[in-house]
């Protein structure tokens, strides 16, 4: 006892505050802040995945655009605490090797287009893929979120580019999950709030938008099945039992089928989006989920006027449902699109606003 006590008052010399707590009069010390620098970060900076122009937007807003983001993924992102940066497609491998050396995560959110398309979703999909494995292979943690098409593009890659999906029917479609035995184990749920969970297995609250489905058989069929832990199913409108909730075993990488950024932020009508109070709550779980798993590595920009020149709040965004799109909005980049060179934004103090 008194041995503690000299240490601590030792070690009071020397630390400004933070070193030591006194509760009920013992002295405890915190570790943390004398050895290393706090594990989680809070300064959370995720990139998504542009992906090619839609036909239906290409028809909406001809000749100006040439790849896009739906707002809603992004607004995802920001609801479960982070920033967005758009990662760009059409580049060449280094640019995502920089690019992700100061991102804490990237999702890949879903659409409509195909794998085979030359510089596109799928091979910048491919390059962050194996960047991201190679990073947690080194000890980095660096998670990648893949929603409906994104979690397609997730088990594509990892049967290393073989067409191993189902044509199914599963569009308009809103879903309790179906959970696997052993869904309690998985990263992604083990501690998920209970009532999350049964809103989840109870209530129709995922949206289902897919025509093409994996399933368990196709990942045993390309040799995948001891890569992903299926963590809960689905049935489509014809009754084939298709995945739709995925994790790596090995890798922080996380697919789902459905969309809770459409419960969050998508109201086209007629499409069986799920708004309620539940669907919200159970929705907002996985952005909380993906960003609490991004918040696992200090990758950052250099400074803060340095993110300011790559953050998502650069670009226009455009009311897409005014024209008739099942997005309400979205960011759409012209071919030559890049990060700004200056801006002056933080010049100002404002903060008093
Ligand atoms: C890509 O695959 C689709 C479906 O199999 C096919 O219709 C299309 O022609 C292919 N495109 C290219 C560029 O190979
Ligand atoms: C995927 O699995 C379904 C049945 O679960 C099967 O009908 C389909 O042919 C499989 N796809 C491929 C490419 O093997
Ligand atoms: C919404 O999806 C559920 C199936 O989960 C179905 O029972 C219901 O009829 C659908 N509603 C519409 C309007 O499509």
């Known amino acids: ?63 100006q655009y040439h790849s896009y983001i739906a707002s809603s993924y992004v607004k995802f992102v920001e609801g479960g605490g982070a920033r967005v940066v758009p990662v760009w497609i059409g580049k060449p491998r280094e640019y995502y090797e920089d690019i992700m050396s100061k991102l804490n995560g990237i ?15 799928s091979e910048a999909g491919m390059h962050i893929y194996e960047i991201a494995e190679k990073m947690n292979d080194e000890g980095d943690y660096f998670p990648i979120w893949g929603t409906c098409l994104g979690f ?14 189902v044509d199914c029917s599963s569009n308009s479609q809103s879903l309790p999950l179906i959970f696997k035995d052993g869904f309690h184990e998985s990263r992604m749920f083990k501690n998920a709030p209970s009532h999350v969970i049964e809103i989840l297995r109870t209530e129709p609250v995922t949206s289902n938008f897919h025509q093409f489905c994996v399933t368990e058989k196709n990942l045993t069929d390309f040799h995948i099945d001891k890569e992903w832990h299926v963590i ?36 086209v009508r007629n499409k069986n989006i799920s708004h309620t109070t539940n669907a919200v709550i159970a929705s907002q779980y996985f952005a909380e989920f993906f ?21 998502i709040y650069n670009y226009p965004e455009t009311f897409t449902g005014a024209k008739g799109s099942s997005f309400e909005q979205c960011y759409m980049f012209p071919e030559d699109v890049d990060y700004v060179k200056t801006n002056n934004a933080h010049v100002q103090d404002d903060t008093n606003v």
């Open 232 to 267: 809960s199913v689905n049935d489509d409108w014809n009754g084939l039992e298709f995945i739709s909730t995925i994790e790596n075993y090995r890798y922080p990488f996380y697919g789902i089928q459905f969309h809770p950024e459409k419960n969050l932020y998508e109201w």
């Open 291 to 311: 960003v609490s798993e991004a918040r696992k590595n200090d990758h950052h920009f250099a400074d803060a006027k340095t993110e300011d020149l790559y953050v």
């Open 152 to 165: 397609e593009l997730l088990t594509y890659l990892s049967a290393k580019g073989e067409e191993h999906r």
């Open 1 to 63: 006892m008194s041995f503690k006590l000299n240490l601590s008052l030792l070690i009071v010399l020397f630390c400004t505050h933070n070193c030591i707590y006194l509760i009920n009069g013992r002295s405890i010390i915190s570790t943390d802040s004398i050895f290393k620098t706090p594990q989680i970060n809070n300064n959370p900076i995720i990139g998504i995945l542009a992906e090619e122009l839609l036909y239906s937007l290409e028809d909406k807003y001809p000749d």
């Open 107 to 121: 999702l890949f959110p879903g659409g409509s287009l195909w794998f085979n398309q030359t510089n596109g979703y």
